[in-house]
Structures are given as structure tokens and as C-alpha cells.
């Protein structure tokens, strides 16, 4: 079968071919047909193999990666070490050669930082300024590490569909007009995709065989590629050849892909598409500095892409964003397929060669390694196009399309399951890295917590004691202070009580006829006597408080520090209430017939009468004399002389009590006011009263002092609670990421034991 290779849909002729015996290039073909066939047969079985495992891995990778992501936001957030942050800055540090100083400025990610950590490194970014991560808090780190968990999660979800394809995707990418285009023409031998001078490709080309489009060849302009369906027109929109220029070049912002359906008339050992082996697709992706809507495209879209032909210009080497883009594919891919295309116009080459090589070496050590196979210097836009042209290709664009074909199709586990197994031996690796710092950091805080618990037992214990041994001494000392006053105050009011009388003394003396103003002057003279003393006792009650406030809060600021006071004595006493004891005058309060206390009232008058006449001639020869002079004179004339000397007596006792009343009314209402003291209980009262208020100032320093105590216990309960958590939540993740490291440690040498480099297959 040919095809006419000036049109892509010229029509197809068959022609046959008769023979009696196969002649020797013949039977030279169908030798090495089986032989491919045989290899082929053999990588299958053995892709199939390392397929399946990888596929079961990649499973329990995303089981890891779920359960971290679920347990940062949820149980135990990740903490990103600040060993890793501070040898971030130190590489930076170490960056010494120009390329590596240059690449730094714009790449936030040096290869001695990938080597601690790649995958889940946080400080990657992409034309933005570095974010120093030792100033974000744990959260912001965890919150920072869910974001990259859920990336991974989602290029996980790619490699394990782009595992489990039967199909090989080939994105060929590069800087602008490097001539991408022009490359794939040249592998496929057909003017297919446009090329020139000027960037043209706006959009994904993908270029397949046509046989996945059953033998037709097609162009489908696809607007929604999530929707794209091959048996459903309404999903695309078939464009004539004619038209593609036009499509490509100026209709980027119209469709998002282009599907191109081609057939090669080529044999399954010469061509990459119609191969024989396995469905490939080659992609032609927008140049990575176009603009950055489409560079980012270009960067998500290697996530589901086999194989990366890179296409470099020899003229200008790598910029910018092919280097970015060579990093972050480096994370999967350890080697990719680079092609310096225009190579033929370069006059000193062997320093092309050696500069773009040294820049290899640094952005894909790998690729550096396995130059000979991977890194082609070459000339594409030479190669002849022209169909059914004998015109040879140029040794170095021949033994590329050997080295890719074996590198695309007889080395699929290499190419197409070697950047899966990279990708989960990296992650792998930075879970093993982040699962082992998390560990060691729970065990220092474990530990830490338990020497801070085991520390902090005695102060607690000790403070504990105090409270009880405090409170008691606070209470014992104000309670023996109220006594003290009590006491003081009911000795001071008794003694004032007993010694009234000096009172009533001082009080002068206005005549009779103002005797009841007298008494009036007497009774509250000795109500404010015994109200001074009152106050006395109050103030004297006021001082032993202060005396007692010091005291205890001494006590206080021995075991809490200092700390204001809360007590005060301004308003001690200060209600104003009638204190004073009140007696009423009464008439009877003038005249004292009591014959206690010296004799009062008549009896006094009486004595008084008795003594004289006991002076004068003695009682007994008064009476006598009394007697005999009543026998004498007879009684009747004895009555008509005792009626005038009844009366003299009588005036005699007047005239005794008028003068006596002054001392009688004194005493009266002294004994009167000392009777409605001890009827009223005053001197107890007062004590109490005094004492009440003593207590109540006291009590409210001992309640100061018994609030801080409650405070500092539950201060000190709160941090201890905070350490025994923090020591309960360390030691659960200590078994966490024990656990963690353990399967990732297991399934780590799992992933190792995949074979995807092997011996290369015989060449066809």
C-alpha cells in the first residue's frame, strides 16, 4: 500500500504484487517482521507485569496521600520542618555558577533542595517572589500542604489513567519557534501541521493514526475537549486540510485541540504512529513562552502526557521557561527526549554541544546520563517530505527516529511506566521525609511535654498546699483579729460604763428651779460620754484592721507575689445609725428613797434628823427623856405638843430633800442610764457590731488572697491539661506517622522492585 504523500487525503491505491518465490529482501522483511513481532510479544508481557504492580501502587499511594490529607485537616497537621526550610535558604546560598545564580532568580527550587524534598516541596512557585516559610504558622503550612496533597492526588488519578491506557502520548513542547511543527512533519514524513517563520501553533495538536478513526483520515477542531466523542459530530467540527492553517494560526481562542487522523504508508518497523505495538499519539503543544495562559496549559498538560520530546532552538538554547518546565517535569519524568533542532546552522559546534549538554546536566541529570539516546543535535526542517522521495535522511535525524521509536515503543516500560514509578518514588520519598520529621518532632514535644509535666508536679503539689495551709492561716489570723477587737472594744464600753459618774460630775448645777433642765444635761451628757467611746473603740477597731490587711497580705504576696490590696477600712463604720443609749426623766428621778448607796430620800432626811438629835443628847436619853415627859405632861397635852413638832420635822425634811435633789437626781439617772445599758446589751452589742465589721473588711482581702489561689491552681491546671494533651496528642502522632512510615518505607521498596530498565530489544 502507498500513499500519495502530496496531499494528507490524497486517495489511496493499492497495488499488488506477484511473485513465484519471495526473493531475498523479502525473506530478509519477513524475518525481521517476526523478530519485531517476537520482541514486541516480549515487552508486552513484560509492560503487562510491571503495569498491573504499578497500577496496585499507585492505588495504595492515593490511600497514603488521602489519609495524610485527611488526618492534616482534621487529627494531626503537618509540619513542614525547619531543617528543610533553613538548608532551602542555605542552597540558594550555595548557588555559585552564573547559570545556576541566573536559573535561581527565577526558579524557586534548587536540585539540592529536590533532594530532601521534591513532590511535596511547598516553596515551588513560578515567576513569583520566594515566601519565606519559617514566618507562616503551623496552620498556614498545613492549609499549604493540603493544596499540594490534593495536587497529587490529582496527577496520581492522571498516572494511574495514563498507566492503565494501552495507549502512548508524546507531547512535543518547546520554546516558541523552535520548530515543533517542523519536527513532527519531519517524523512523519508529511507536510501535516503548518509551519514557518512565525509561531503558528496556537493550540494541542494531537496527531494519531488514522486506523483509531477507522482508516479515515480526519481533522476534528474540538472546542470542549472534556466532551470530545469521535462517533459524535456535534462534539467537534471535521476541518478540509485546506483550512487547518487558518485554524491553527488564528483560531486558538475558537477550539481548544486539534485531532489529527493521518495514515502512514510506512511499515510497523519504520513508522511511530502505525507501529504495531501500541496506539501512539504525537502532540504538538504552543510554545511555553506564547503567553501565560497557554504555558500553564502546557505545563498541566505533561501531567498526562508518556513522554516529553523536548524541542530546543540550538540558536538560543534554553530559556526561562523551558528550564521551569524541564524542573517541574523532573519531579516524574527522569528522561526526556531532547531534541536541538536547526543545529546545521550553527557554526562552532562542538561548543553548542558542550553548553547545551553542561545545562542537560543541571536541569535532568538523568537525560545527562543517557545522552547518547536522549539528546539528538539535528536539523528537521532538512528532511525531505516529498512523497515517494529516495532522498535518505541525514544520519543524525535517522538515528533519532531509531533512538525514539526504541525509546517510545520497544522500551515502553522505560518511557511510559519509568516517569509513573519515578513519580511515586519521589512522593514516596517526600512522605518518608515528612512522615520522619513529623515523628521526631512529636517525640521531642512528647518528651518535652512529659519534662514540663514532670517539672511543673512540685510547683503544682506545692501550690496545692498552700491553698489550703494559706486559707486556713488568712482565716485563723483575721478571725483571732476580730476577737481581739471584740475584746478590746467590750473592755473600753465596760470600763466607760463603770466610770459614768465622772460625767455627770462635770455638768454644773443651775438652781432648783431649773432642775429638770439639769437632768435633762445629766442624761445626755452620759449618752455622749459612752458615744465617744464608741467612736474611740471604732477608730482603735480600725486601726487593728489595717495592722491586720498588712499582715495578711504579706501572706498573700509570699506565695502569689505582689498584687494590689483589696481591702480598706475608709468605709468601716460608716453607716450612720443612732448609736447613743437614751434614758427618759421622769418625775420620780428627782427624789431618791432607796437607803442604799449612803441612803437616799426621807431615809436620809430621817438620818439626818437622828443623828442630830443623837448628838445632842443621845438616842437613848432622847427617848427616855421623850417617854417622861409624855408621862408627865399626859397624853392629851403630848398631842397638843407633837402636831408642831411634826410639823417642824416635816418642813425639816423638805427643806432636806429640796436641797438633797440635785445629788438624788445625778444618782437617779446614773443608775438609771447604767440599768437601760445593761437591759439594751450595749457593750456586747457594739462589740459585735465593731467586730462584724472587722471581719467583713478581713474577709474581703482573705477572698482577694483565696480568688488568686483559685486563679494560679487553675491556671496551672489549664497548662498542665494543655501539656498532657499536647503530650496525649504527640504520642498518637508518633503512632501516626510511625505507621505512615512504615507503609510508605514497605511500599517504597515495592515500587523499587518494578523493573523499567532492561535490556534494549534488537532493532528493526
Excluded at 221 to 237: C, E, F, M, Q, V
Excluded at 508 to 524: H, K, N, R, S, T
Aim: charged share 25%; proline share 2%; net charge neutral.
Amino acid at each position: 500500500m502507498s500513499t500519495d504523500r502530496s496531499s494528507i487525503f490524497g486517495s489511496t491505491t493499492i497495488t499488488p504484487t506477484s511473485s513465484v518465490c519471495p526473493s531475498p529482501t523479502t525473506s530478509t522483511k519477513i524475518a525481521r517482521t517476526q523478530q519485531h513481532r517476537l520482541n514486541a510479544a516480549q515487552e508486552q508481557r513484560m509492560y503487562q507485569d510491571s503495569c498491573q504492580r504499578l497500577l496496585g501502587h499507585i492505588n495504595s499511594v492515593m490511600g497514603i496521600c488521602e489519609d495524610l490529607q485527611l488526618s492534616n485537616k482534621d487529627r494531626f497537621p503537618i509540619r513542614y520542618p525547619a531543617s528543610m526550610m533553613q538548608q532551602q535558604q542555605q542552597s540558594r546560598e550555595q548557588s555559585t555558577t552564573p547559570f545556576a545564580r541566573q536559573l535561581e532568580q527565577h526558579r524557586l527550587l534548587t536540585s539540592d533542595i529536590a533532594k530532601e524534598l521534591s513532590i511535596l516541596n511547598l516553596d515551588l512557585k513560578m515567576g513569583h517572589a520566594s515566601t519565606d516559610l519559617t514566618a507562616l504558622e503551623t496552620q498556614s503550612i498545613a492549609n499549604l500542604l493540603d493544596d499540594r496533597l490534593q495536587q497529587c492526588l490529582r496527577h496520581l488519578d492522571n498516572l494511574r489513567m495514563r498507566v492503565a491506557d494501552t495507549s502512548s502520548k508524546v507531547l512535543v513542547t518547546g520554546d516558541l519557534n523552535a520548530g515543533k511543527s517542523t519536527f513532527v512533519n519531519a517524523l512523519l514524513k508529511r507536510e501535516i501541521l503548518p509551519a514557518d517563520q512565525q509561531p503558528c501553533t496556537s493550540m494541542f495538536c494531537e496527531v494519531l493514526d488514522a486506523m483509531l478513526n477507522d482508516g479515515v483520515e480526519a481533522i476534528h477542531a474540538i472546542p470542549d475537549a472534556s466532551k470530545y466523542n469521535r462517533l459524535d459530530p456535534g462534539t467537534y467540527h471535521e476541518v478540509e486540510m485546506r483550512h487547518m492553517f487558518k485554524v491553527v494560526a488564528d483560531e486558538g481562542d475558537k477550539y481548544k485541540m486539534l485531532k489529527v487522523y493521518t495514515s502512514d504508508a510506512r511499515t510497523t518497523q519504520e513508522s511511530l504512529l502505525h507501529n504495531g505495538v501500541v496506539d501512539i499519539a504525537l502532540i504538538d503543544s504552543p510554545g511555553l513562552n506564547t503567553d501565560s495562559i497557554k504555558t500553564t496549559a502546557v505545563f498541566a498538560r505533561q501531567e498526562e502526557i508518556d513522554v516529553v520530546v523536548f524541542v530546543v532552538s540550538a540558536e538560543n538554547h534554553f530559556t526561562l521557561s523551558g528550564k521551569e518546565f524541564l524542573w517541574n517535569a523532573a519531579n516524574e519524568k527522569t528522561h526526556i527526549f531532547i531534541v536541538v533542532n536547526r543545529f546545521d546552522s550553527i557554526r562552532d559546534k562542538e561548543r553548542c554541544k558542550r553548553l547545551i549538554l553542561e545545562q542537560i546536566r543541571q536541569l535532568s541529570p538523568s537525560t545527562y546520563a543517557d545522552a547518547d539516546d536522549l539528546v539528538h543535535f539535528v536539523s528537521a526542517g532538512d528532511v525531505d517530505l516529498e512523497a515517494e522521495s529516495s532522498k535518505l535522511d541525514a544520519p543524525e535525524f535517522a538515528r533519532l527516529e531509531q533512538r525514539l521509536r526504541a525509546f517510545v515503543l520497544e522500551n515502553r516500560t522505560k518511557s511510559k511506566l519509568s516517569p509513573a514509578k519515578n513519580y511515586l518514588v519521589n512522593l514516596l520519598g517526600d512522605v518518608n521525609a515528612l512522615a520522619e520529621a513529623n515523628k521526631t518532632i512529636a517525640q521531642e514535644e512528647h518528651e518535652q511535654a512529659k519534662r514540663e509535666l514532670e517539672k511543673d508536679l512540685p510547683a503544682y503539689q506545692s501550690l496545692l498546699k498552700v491553698r489550703d495551709r494559706l486559707l486556713h492561716q488568712v482565716e485563723r489570723v483575721a478571725e483571732v483579729t476580730v476577737l481581739g477587737i471584740q475584746k478590746q472594744t467590750r473592755d473600753v464600753l465596760s470600763t466607760a460604763v463603770e466610770g459614768i459618774a465622772s460625767t455627770a460630775d462635770s455638768i454644773e448645777y443651775p438652781g432648783v428651779f431649773l432642775i429638770w433642765q439639769y437632768a435633762q444635761d445629766i442624761a445626755d451628757s452620759l449618752s455622749q460620754s459612752l458615744l465617744k467611746q464608741v467612736r474611740s473603740a471604732e477608730n482603735e477597731a480600725r486601726q487593728g484592721t489595717t495592722q491586720c490587711i498588712d499582715r495578711i497580705h504579706d501572706m498573700g504576696t509570699e506565695h502569689l507575689g505582689n498584687y494590689p490590696r483589696a481591702a480598706s477600712v475608709d468605709k468601716m463604720c460608716m453607716k450612720h445609725r443612732d448609736r447613743r443609749v437614751q434614758i427618759a426623766i421622769e418625775a420620780t428621778d428627782f427624789f431618791d428613797f432607796s437607803i442604799d448607796d449612803k441612803m437616799s430620800g426621807a431615809a436620809l432626811s430621817l438620818g439626818a434628823i437622828a443623828m442630830v438629835g443623837g448628838r445632842l443628847m443621845g438616842v437613848k436619853d432622847a427617848l427616855s427623856s421623850f417617854w417622861s415627859l409624855s408621862s408627865a405632861v399626859g397624853h392629851r397635852n403630848m398631842r397638843q405638843i407633837a402636831i408642831p413638832v411634826v410639823g417642824i420635822a416635816s418642813v425639816g425634811m423638805l427643806v432636806y430633800v429640796v436641797s438633797d435633789m440635785r445629788y438624788a437626781v445625778k444618782r437617779k439617772l446614773i443608775r438609771k442610764f447604767k440599768d437601760a445599758v445593761r437591759e439594751q446589751a450595749y457593750v456586747e452589742g457594739q462589740s459585735s457590731r465593731i467586730g462584724r465589721e472587722a471581719r467583713k473588711v478581713l474577709r474581703v482581702e482573705g477572698w482577694e488572697i483565696q480568688n488568686r489561689l483559685v486563679r494560679a491552681i487553675e491556671n496551672k491546671e489549664k497548662k498542665r491539661g494543655q501539656m498532657e494533651e499536647k503530650a496525649t496528642l504527640s504520642e498518637e502522632t508518633i503512632i501516626y506517622f510511625n505507621g505512615v512510615l512504615d507503609k510508605s518505607v514497605f511500599l517504597l521498596d515495592k515500587v523499587h522492585t518494578i523493573q523499567v530498565e532492561q535490556h534494549k530489544a534488537i532493532a528493526a
